[in-house]
């Protein structure tokens, strides 16, 4: 069965058709013809999550799923959320959006955080949505080098170390991304 991940990180494509094996084939937007930027205008994870599903299904015709993750710190009521990619201006930079989530938090001394991704699948002309969640804390400086975003400064509850410091393979057996996929995987294996 073809369905499509409406993506273009092959890292997440990657993983997941490691995962599914042989029973689902897992499209890319190339495949199906897609070439253009995926639009993600809503105010939630799961709004946008849904835009890139729906855009894609009702464009394309073909099943399909969309993600959208975010970082949500308590002390600064959910920010960056939805806008992590942005936080610090348009040009996606990294540095930049863990330099101002540290300063804005400089001055609290609650430090706890959620990464929490939301996936949003079409399939037999309907919406389904899958959520995963990891809780943790914002240390006050970067350490480790593995991941990519907010990685050096995320420790997950119960851990001692950042998920840069633990490397990809201890973080992807216990990240929110994780966890969402695996709702995802049992509801598309049940479906089989
Ligand atoms: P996306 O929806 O997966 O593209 O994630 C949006 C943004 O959230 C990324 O650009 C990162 O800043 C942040 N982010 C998502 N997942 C992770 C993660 O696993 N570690 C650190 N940052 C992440």
């Known amino acids: 069965m073809k369905i499509c991940f409406a993506t273009n990180n092959q890292k997440k494509l990657d993983e997941i058709r490691d995962i599914l094996g042989d029973e689902y084939d897992i499209l890319s937007?190339?495949?199906?013809?897609?070439?253009?930027?995926?639009?993600?205008?809503?105010?939630?994870?799961?709004?946008?999550?849904?835009?890139?599903?729906?855009?894609?299904?009702?464009?394309?015709?073909?099943?399909?799923?969309?993600?959208?993750?975010?970082?949500?710190?308590?002390?600064?009521?959910?920010?960056?959320?939805?806008?992590?990619?942005?936080?610090?201006?348009?040009?996606?930079?990294?540095?930049?959006?863990?330099r101002k989530l540290l300063e804005r938090l400089a001055d609290k001394k609650d430090r706890r955080a959620q990464f929490r991704t939301v996936i949003s699948l079409i399939i037999?002309?309907?919406?389904?949505?899958?959520?995963?969640?990891?809780?943790g804390e914002i240390i006050d400086e970067k350490k480790g080098t593995a991941g990519f975003g907010y990685d050096p400064v995320f420790v997950p509850s119960g851990e001692s170390l950042t998920f840069a410091q633990m490397g990809s393979s201890k973080k992807n057996d216990i990240s929110h991304r994780a966890l969402a996929v695996a709702k995802l995987i049992k509801f598309l294996k049940k479906k089989k």
Do not use: M
């Open 29 to 98: 937007l190339q495949d199906i013809g897609c070439h253009e930027e995926l639009a993600e205008t809503q105010k939630t994870l799961e709004g946008n999550s849904a835009q890139k599903a729906e855009y894609v299904h009702q464009t394309y015709g073909v099943d399909c799923f969309a993600d959208d993750t975010g970082l949500e710190v308590y002390a600064l009521d959910g920010e960056p959320g939805v806008y992590s990619a942005r936080y610090a201006g348009p040009g996606r930079d990294n540095e930049a959006n863990i």
């Open 124 to 135: 037999d002309g309907k919406l389904r949505q899958f959520e995963g969640c990891i809780k």
